[in-house]
């Protein structure tokens, strides 16, 4: 299995380098994080590096796109954060919903802040606040929502976020209005292939039909009925690999290309149904995507 995912995602370095030398200056100038994680990957979206970036800041868990995962696996992640004593809050930074939820937390932690500084004999003062997380995530959608403006771009594209600027919210916050984007992770290809899957990846080189075709075996167990059924082929019947083909060759006149961009289409765009790919360590995904979109 792992030797599916060798040489699968290529980084461009100059990408890497930027991404990190402005994440550190962004994270530097803050007291207070706001860590948004893809729900559908809320492990693979994380960054083994955070705790390292963010220092002794504290940091509030945004397990954003909470809307296009099935709710047990959702209930299942925010009882796993509970348990290793993180604050995870789940949003719909798309429509609002949850957000409120984030930022009276984040008043929380400001509070925290500024009984901190008065303790050290200082002035309180608005506590500053980035919102960081991989390409795509949300980052500008939620920003958006907690600012109750449209005052940054948020677009469908990785990567269109750039320049610091701060914006008071709730009297007693400065967010920055330029999210923070995470370097890759170098050392996990498997996470990256996730990443890509979700369109999470930002500047990376990959081979669409590989990716696809991981997705295909990813959502196969998940929602076999559904890929049949949009598909034209029984994903259960053969391989990822030789189910990519057949679709390929039924519906898009051998274009294997094409085949692959429209399984990752369709996933990106929710239209295969709440799907997670990825649930807590230890608790399995069983197939309930496929009863949801029944019912639906
Ligand atoms: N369904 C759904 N869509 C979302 C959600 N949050 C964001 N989106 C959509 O996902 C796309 C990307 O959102 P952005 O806010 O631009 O993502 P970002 O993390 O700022 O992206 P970069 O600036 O590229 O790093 C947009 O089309 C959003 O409308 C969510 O919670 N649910």
Redesign the pocket.
């Known amino acids: 299995m792992e030797s599916e995912y060798s040489n699968l995602i290529q980084w461009y370095p100059g990408h890497i380098a930027k991404a990190r030398r402005q994440l550190a200056e962004q994270i530097k100038q803050v007291d207070l994080v706001l860590e948004v994680l893809d729900a559908r990957i809320a492990h693979s979206s994380r960054h083994d590096e955070i705790q390292k970036l963010a220092g002794e800041r504290p940091r509030l868990v945004v397990l954003?796109?909470?809307?296009?995962i099935p709710q047990g696996v959702l209930r299942s992640w925010l009882r796993w954060f509970a348990a290793q004593g993180e604050a995870a809050y789940p949003?719909?930074?798309?429509n609002g919903d949850g957000v409120r939820a984030v930022l009276k937390a984040a008043q929380q932690g400001a509070v925290a802040v500024n009984q901190r500084r008065a303790g050290r004999g200082m002035r309180p003062r608005a506590v500053r606040v980035a919102v960081i997380?991989f390409?795509?995530?949300?980052?500008?959608?939620l920003i958006n929502r907690l600012v109750g403006k449209r005052a940054v771009e948020?677009?469908?594209k990785?990567?269109?976020?750039r320049a610091l600027r701060w914006v008071r919210i709730a009297d007693v916050i400065d967010l920055l209005d330029s999210?923070g984007?995470l370097p890759p992770r170098l050392n996990d290809q498997r996470a990256a292939a996730k990443l890509a899957i979700c369109d999470d990846i930002g500047q990376a080189a990959y081979t669409t039909s590989r990716v696809a075709t991981l997705a295909a075996e990813l959502l196969t167990p998940l929602v076999p009925g559904r890929l049949a059924e949009r598909f034209g082929a029984d994903p259960l019947a053969v391989t990822a690999e030789a189910w990519l083909e057949q679709v390929a060759r039924h519906k898009y006149h051998g274009n294997l290309d094409r085949a692959a961009e429209a399984l990752l289409g369709d996933f990106r765009r929710?239209q295969l149904g709440a799907i997670a790919l990825e649930a807590p360590p230890e608790e399995p995904l069983v197939p309930q995507a496929e009863a949801e979109c029944e019912e639906g």
């Open positions: 954003n796109r909470a809307d296009m949003t719909n930074a798309q997380g390409p795509n995530v949300g980052k500008s959608a948020s677009a469908a990785p990567g269109v976020t999210p984007i929710g």
